[in-house]
């Protein structure tokens, strides 16, 4: 099934729903945007001549249009190239480059920086006459696509290297789109989502679901997240949902707005895509309520992998392993099988540390254009996520740190993650990230990076004291830098590859 289908049969049974909203002001119901994606499908196959297959990039900060166009790509039988609108213009240029794309469409800044590219992909810009033209045409029946045809390119994120373009078929997206229903959460119509995290991520791949059961796109304004519109965006939609990056939460408790603000009208925050601590979780629970759950995904097997449920993270506070609970990524996702294996392949039994598989309908075709990395990633089905983590005894996952992440300090492994996690109990610290430190006599030793609460300070001995408590003393770090923020990308993802450089200077 094309997954535009989704926006065909919505729009016949709710067709005067609220489809697409920028900030507060609806701009277009079912019907509208059903319309529009017919036209502008029509559009880019007859007056753009597009081909059944070819790559549309869209370069969009988050925007209402962003719907239109992604739905259009794929109601004509194209493929979208999502592309983040905060990367680099070298970055941009590569990723047009490299996915080939016939055409890009931008929303208007960006066409501007796009400009002196001089890329040979044609620029459209939303606000030109030309796109409104299109959007009012004639209709094009939506075209059919079989399971495995290509619907998305998904660039990774790339904390290190160029982003690879994992192919996304329309079978994956599917099975993301039933997993969201059986395991995060069901929708109704009505239901919103706001976009305060990039839609050309997470928070875009869970806006399908919505458009499925006829929920609200919420773009803010601003086109991205400020914890003041969005709380102010929370207090308008009732039911609204969430994708949020782990530091986007802490961003949000933390804002000055969220004092006195009113939360009731979440319905759930999903969170994902980089490790949440559990003191932050805890927080998080306390000042929003039980209307958290977590995903554990990657761009190669989008937004599904594990998921900790709502369930578990509201309803089950007495279970004697709450603590590690809260700290693990949850259970295998419903249509997915999860394994661990040790560096032979073979399946690790709980509690030892191994590299996370995944095969299911919603593992990529492979990386574009890049059979080496396909081969290396994908063997026998299985995708290998390139994680570290363990099950527990009750089927559980912890992931570990990333393979390049671990410290390895005299033969022993050391997981920075776990001293992440014992650091941010300690209240003067707001956020932590521990790297290894080349030791001539060690191989590795443990160093960490933090950023102090507000007017905070801390001498080293006192967090020595502090580390000694609570674990093995070899973990401990052997050194601490005060930083005023993390470096991070554009996902909000700690670049610990830049943390790793700053010791080599
Ligand atoms: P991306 O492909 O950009 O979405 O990045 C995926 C990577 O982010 C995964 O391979 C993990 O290393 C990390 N990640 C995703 N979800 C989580 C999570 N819930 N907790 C910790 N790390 C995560």
Not at 49 to 61: E, F, H, N
Not at 360 to 386: I, P
Not at 404 to 413: E, F, V, Y
Request: net charge negative.
């Amino acid at each position: 099934m094309n997954i535009a289908n989704f926006l065909v049969r919505t729009a016949v049974t709710f067709p005067d729903h609220a489809a697409l909203a920028h900030g507060k002001e609806i701009v277009a119901t079912y019907r509208q945007f059903a319309d529009q994606v017919a036209a502008l499908a029509y559009g880019l196959r007859h007056s753009k001549g597009l081909q059944k297959g070819d790559r549309v990039a869209l370069i969009m900060k988050n925007h209402p249009q962003y719907w239109v166009s992604v739905f259009a790509v794929w109601h004509a039988g194209l493929v979208a190239v999502p592309v983040n609108a905060k990367l680099h213009i070298s970055e941009f240029a590569y990723i047009l480059e490299n996915s080939e794309a016939r055409l890009c469409i931008a929303t208007p800044e960006l066409a501007s920086t796009l400009a002196p590219l001089g890329s040979d992909t044609p620029v459209l810009d939303i606000t030109d006459p030309d796109y409104a033209a299109l959007c009012a045409g004639p209709a094009l029946p939506l075209e059919d696509a079989a399971p495995n045809d290509l619907a998305w390119l998904f660039y990774t994120s790339g904390t290190t290297g160029k982003p690879k373009g994992a192919m996304l078929s329309h079978r994956n997206i599917l099975s993301c789109t039933t997993s969201y229903f059986s395991d995060v959460t069901p929708i109704n119509p009505g239901d919103a989502v706001i976009h305060a995290a990039p839609q050309t991520h997470g928070s875009g791949i869970y806006g399908i679901p919505l458009v499925a059961k006829a929920g609200i796109q919420v773009t803010p304004e601003s086109g991205g997240f400020d914890p003041a519109e969005t709380l102010d965006l929370i207090a308008h939609y009732p039911n609204s949902c969430f994708f949020f990056a782990p530091t986007m939460i802490h961003r949000l408790i933390g804002s000055n707005a969220f004092a006195g603000a009113n939360t009731e009208n979440i319905k759930l925050i999903v969170y994902g895509g980089g490790p949440m601590y559990e003191a932050d979780i805890r927080r998080a629970l306390d000042a929003i309520g039980p209307k958290f759950c977590q995903i554990y995904g990657q761009g190669e097997a989008p937004m599904t992998i594990t998921v900790l449920t709502q369930w578990e993270l509201s309803e089950n506070h007495n279970h004697p392993r709450r603590a590690e609970r809260l700290a693990s990524v949850g259970t295998e996702r419903t249509d997915v099988e999860v394994r661990i294996v040790d560096e032979e392949g073979r399946p690790c039994s709980p509690g030892t540390v191994g590299e996370i598989i995944v095969r299911g309908d919603v593992v990529m075709l492979g990386y574009w254009k890049n059979e080496e990395a396909t081969r290396d990633t994908v063997r026998d089905g299985w995708l290998y996520t390139g994680d570290m983590g363990c099950f527990d005894e009750d089927g559980f996952v912890t992931l570990k740190d990333r393979s390049k992440d671990l410290i390895i300090s005299g033969g022993t492994n050391i997981y920075p993650r776990e001293i992440e996690e014992v650091l941010l109990t300690h209240p003067k610290i707001d956020e932590v990230s521990v790297v290894g430190r080349r030791h001539p006599d060690w191989g590795e030793e443990a160093v960490a990076f933090l950023v102090l609460a507000k007017g905070a300070s801390v001498d080293p001995q006192t967090l020595d004291a502090f580390c000694n408590e609570h674990m093995a003393r070899f973990k401990r770090p052997k050194e601490y830098f005060m930083l005023e923020a993390l470096p991070k990308n554009n996902y909000g993802k700690v670049l610990k590859t830049d943390l790793r450089k700053r010791l080599e200077n």
